[in-house]
């Protein structure tokens, strides 16, 4: 490859295009930058004294934002800001951010990177296990995540290729079945244990096929996945392959699996979509309210990169039929949106901006 | 090292430097956004380069950093929403090199990056370890699993044959 490509870089040709800009303006530009940095240090100091003086309150929308702009701003609410601060990590570190850079993030549609072929979830009588109200043991053993390894998987790294329906097919670095079968096992059961409730499926072998997922935005993809071969099944579990990144072995996870939410947490409404008006702070959310809402408060997380949406829904205390309505709200930023991207906190998923 | 003395470094290497980030960038506008930025960070806290025997060398990492940072940002966004960004400004516009560089972008970054900084400029091995923050091996396999990618996007470009994944 080295003589054919070096060839088609010359730069010489290059270099011709290359126009200097007036060395007084960077010298300019740095001269600003640094008393924005002096002011910022003044600003933090204040800070710091009126927290060390008074009540935290000072932390949430307060003084002297423009100055520290790099600084992460909170909502005031401290699960909220918490469970925010852990996205933004899963996305930069978890391998969000790195399939979003292949183009290809699956859709919140899919749910799980683990997917039953057809043919296991229909039962005997015609009934999918999902609508059934008694599902099988094996299918909740299966929705618990309740594996046992039998015999050992392999450890290999073979190359796969993710296929973007209308778009480019991608080289990508897979995780090997081993560390792919962790993912699948996520729940153990008590020693001494034999009802149906401890009941774990065996997983005997893994080959490498693949999975069609819907993707976020639209359209679809061909991924590679490992598909598991469960003792007693007459089908393999799939679950996807990719690795999380290009330089570590652990398998990627959507999400939902990186930010479960605990079943006493806030049940934080998804936001839809958010619109913002060129020139202008304000950020406008298109979430799924329900009919009986008693409150509903925006709450926003921002950092240099990312700004967490979320609303907070406070139901009205009384019986009520659960009917979703489109609803919108409205927060004011510290600055303009920009290019930052957008999470919702109810599920870890990025919001369309429009 | 004060302003006048980065003036000189300035004179001498800012062309060079943008050459050198364009094939990384594969966008000679980016290419030149960085590296002045790389220039107005030095100039902000010149106490940076105290000890520091090349500032060439020096601001070339910087600007490599900062395309990294700002790539990943930007393709994370454009990507997630499909918006369709500017187009790269590419100054050579022969068959060959626009091919190149196109097909350099499909690339995971970090292949690109080894790519480039190998095969483009030609830094040892080692040197482009030291720059990427990775292990040799890491620079090995990136190269090789690069030039492989590479060449299959040259074959699709031909052909257009799904992946196979049967």
Same mark, same amino acid.
């Given at each position: 490859?080295?003589?054919?490509?070096?060839?088609?870089?010359?730069?010489?040709v290059?270099a011709?295009?290359?126009r200097p800009?007036?060395?007084?303006?960077?010298?300019?530009?740095?001269r600003?930058?640094?008393?924005?940095?002096?002011?910022?240090?003044?600003?933090?100091t204040?800070?710091?004294?009126?927290?060390?003086?008074?009540?935290?309150?000072?932390?949430?929308?307060?003084?002297?934002?423009?100055?520290?702009?790099?600084?992460?701003?909170?909502?005031?609410?401290?699960?909220?800001d918490?469970?925010?601060?852990?996205?933004?990590?899963?996305?930069?570190?978890?391998?969000?951010?790195?399939?979003a850079?292949?183009?290809?993030?699956?859709?919140?549609?899919?749910?799980?990177l683990?997917l039953l072929?057809?043919?296991?979830?229909v039962?005997?009588?015609?009934v999918?296990?999902?609508?059934?109200?008694?599902?099988?043991?094996?299918?909740?053993?299966y929705?618990?995540?309740?594996f046992r390894?039998?015999?050992?998987?392999?450890?290999?790294?073979?190359?796969?290729?993710?296929?973007?329906?209308?778009?480019?097919?991608?080289t990508?670095p897979?995780?090997?079945?081993?560390?792919?079968?962790l993912t699948l096992?996520?729940a153990?059961?008590a020693?001494?244990?034999?009802?149906?409730?401890?009941?774990?499926?065996?997983?005997?072998?893994?080959?490498?096929?693949?999975?069609?997922?819907?993707?976020?935005g639209?359209g679809?993809?061909?991924?590679?996945?490992w598909?598991?071969?469960?003792?007693?099944?007459?089908?393999?579990?799939?679950?996807?392959?990719?690795?999380?990144?290009?330089?570590t072995?652990?398998?990627?996870?959507?999400?939902?699996?990186?930010?479960?939410?605990?079943?006493?947490?806030?049940?934080?409404?998804?936001?839809h979509?958010?619109?913002?008006?060129?020139?202008?702070?304000?950020l406008?959310?298109?979430?799924?309210?329900g009919l009986?809402?008693?409150?509903?408060?925006?709450?926003?997380?921002?950092?240099r990169?990312?700004v967490?949406?979320?609303?907070?829904?406070?139901?009205e205390?009384k019986?009520?039929?659960?009917?979703?309505?489109?609803?919108?709200?409205?927060?004011t930023?510290?600055r303009?949106?920009g290019d930052?991207?957008v999470?919702?906190?109810?599920?870890?998923?990025?919001?369309?901006?429009? | 090292?004060?302003?006048?003395?980065?003036?000189?470094?300035?004179a001498?290497?800012?062309?060079?430097?943008?050459?050198?980030?364009?094939?990384?960038?594969?966008?000679?506008?980016?290419?030149e956004?960085?590296?002045?930025?790389?220039?107005?960070?030095?100039?902000a806290?010149?106490?940076?380069?105290?000890?520091?025997?090349?500032?060439?060398?020096?601001?070339?990492?910087?600007?490599?950093?900062?395309?990294r940072?700002?790539?990943?940002?930007?393709?994370?966004?454009?990507?997630?929403?499909?918006?369709?960004?500017?187009?790269?400004v590419?100054?050579?516009?022969?068959a060959?090199?626009?091919a190149?560089?196109?097909?350099l972008?499909?690339?995971?970054?970090?292949? @690109?990056y $080894? /790519? *480039?900084?190998? &095969?483009?400029? %030609? +830094?040892?091995?080692?040197e482009?370890?030291?720059?990427?923050?990775?292990?040799?091996?890491?620079?090995?396999s990136?190269?090789?699993?690069? @030039?492989? $990618? /590479? *060449?299959?996007? &040259?074959?699709? %470009? +031909?052909?257009?044959?799904?992946?196979?994944?049967?």
């Amino acid at each position: 490859m080295r003589e054919s490509t070096y060839a088609a870089f010359q730069p010489d040709v290059i270099a011709e295009h290359v126009r200097p800009p007036e060395y007084a303006g960077l010298v300019a530009r740095a001269r600003r930058r640094r008393r924005r940095r002096i002011a910022a240090i003044g600003v933090a100091t204040a800070v710091a004294v009126a927290i060390v003086a008074t009540v935290p309150v000072v932390l949430s929308r307060g003084a002297g934002r423009d100055a520290v702009t790099d600084a992460p701003v909170g909502s005031g609410r401290a699960d909220f800001d918490r469970r925010a601060v852990e996205m933004i990590a899963g996305w930069t570190d978890g391998g969000l951010a790195y399939v979003a850079e292949l183009g290809f993030v699956p859709s919140r549609m899919n749910g799980t990177l683990t997917l039953l072929p057809e043919g296991w979830p229909v039962r005997d009588d015609g009934v999918y296990e999902w609508e059934s109200p008694t599902p099988s043991p094996e299918y909740r053993a299966y929705l618990a995540g309740r594996f046992r390894l039998v015999g050992p998987l392999s450890t290999d790294r073979p190359p796969g290729t993710v296929s973007i329906r209308g778009g480019p097919t991608i080289t990508v670095p897979l995780a090997s079945a081993q560390d792919t079968y962790l993912t699948l096992d996520r729940a153990d059961v008590a020693p001494g244990c034999t009802g149906d409730e401890c009941l774990e499926l065996p997983v005997t072998a893994a080959t490498l096929g693949w999975v069609d997922l819907m993707l976020d935005g639209g359209g679809r993809a061909t991924v590679p996945a490992w598909l598991f071969t469960v003792d007693g099944l007459s089908v393999p579990i799939a679950r996807v392959a990719l690795a999380s990144s290009a330089e570590t072995t652990a398998p990627l996870r959507l999400p939902d699996e990186l930010f479960p939410l605990s079943p006493d947490a806030p049940r934080w409404a998804v936001v839809h979509a958010v619109a913002t008006r060129s020139g202008t702070n304000r950020l406008e959310y298109r979430f799924q309210g329900g009919l009986c809402d008693a409150g509903r408060t925006p709450v926003v997380y921002e950092t240099r990169d990312f700004v967490v949406v979320g609303v907070d829904i406070v139901a009205e205390r009384k019986a009520c039929f659960s009917v979703g309505v489109d609803a919108t709200a409205e927060v004011t930023l510290t600055r303009p949106l920009g290019d930052r991207v957008v999470l919702s906190v109810a599920d870890g998923f990025p919001v369309r901006v429009t | 090292v004060d302003e006048h003395e980065l003036g000189e470094v300035y004179a001498g290497s800012y062309r060079r430097l943008v050459v050198r980030l364009y094939a990384v960038t594969g966008d000679l506008a980016e290419a030149e956004e960085v590296v002045q930025e790389a220039f107005v960070r030095v100039l902000a806290s010149p106490r940076r380069l105290r000890g520091v025997d090349s500032p060439e060398a020096w601001l070339f990492r910087v600007a490599v950093n900062l395309t990294r940072t700002r790539a990943r940002r930007r393709q994370v966004l454009d990507r997630l929403l499909r918006r369709i960004g500017e187009p790269p400004v590419v100054p050579d516009h022969s068959a060959d090199h626009v091919a190149l560089m196109a097909a350099l972008r499909h690339l995971p970054t970090g292949q @690109r990056y $080894a /790519l *480039a900084l190998h &095969y483009l400029l %030609d +830094l040892p091995i080692d040197e482009v370890a030291q720059i990427l923050d990775v292990s040799l091996g890491t620079v090995k396999s990136r190269l090789h699993r690069g @030039r492989a $990618a /590479l *060449a299959d996007l &040259y074959r699709d %470009d +031909l052909t257009r044959v799904g992946g196979d994944h049967a």
